[in-house]
Nanobody
Framework: QVHLVESGGGSVQPGGSLTLSCAAS????????IGWFRQAPGKNREGVSC????????AYADSVKGRFTISRDNAKNTVALRMSSLEPEDTGVYYC??????????????????WGQGTQVTVSS
C-alpha cells in the first residue's frame, strides 16, 4: 500500500524559509512522479511543484517560481520542497502526492491517486 507522510510544516514570518519533506514507506519513490499541492481555506487545491520519476522534468507554479525548489533524495526515499521568501499567500495545507507515471510530471490533482495527510504552513507576521 502506498503511504506518504509529509513533515516540516510550521509557522514562519514573511520572508522566511521552510523545507517540507515527503517520505514513503513500503515502496520506492524513485518510481513515481511526485507532486506538491497546497490548499488554503476556502480555496481549491492547487499544484505547486512536481518532479518526474527520472528527475528529468520539474515544474513550478508561476506563483512560486524562483522561491521554491523541489528535489529528490533516493537514498532517503524522500522528496523535499524547499520554500524561501515565503509570503502570507503561501499559507495553507501542503500535500505531497505520488503517481507511477514515467517521464513526465503534472500538477493536476486528479492525476494523482496517492496522497499524504498534509502539513500546515502558516506565513504571518
Amino acid at each position: 500500500q502506498v503511504h506518504l507522510v509529509e513533515s516540516g510544516g510550521g509557522s514562519v514570518q514573511p520572508g522566511g524559509s521552510l523545507t517540507l519533506s515527503c517520505a514513503a514507506s513500503a515502496f520506492s519513490l524513485d518510481r513515481y512522479a511526485i507532486g506538491w499541492f497546497r490548499q488554503a481555506p476556502g480555496k481549491n487545491r492547487e499544484g505547486v511543484s512536481c518532479i518526474s520519476s527520472s528527475n528529468s522534468n520539474i515544474a513550478y507554479a508561476d506563483s512560486v517560481k524562483g522561491r521554491f525548489t523541489i528535489s529528490r533524495d533516493n537514498a532517503k526515499n524522500t522528496v523535499a520542497l524547499r520554500m524561501s521568501s515565503l509570503e502570507p499567500e503561501d499559507t495553507g495545507v501542503y500535500y505531497c502526492a505520488a503517481e507511477p507515471i514515467r517521464g513526465v510530471c503534472v500538477m493536476t490533482a486528479m492525476d494523482y491517486n496517492y496522497w499524504g495527510q498534509g502539513t500546515q504552513v502558516t506565513v504571518s507576521s
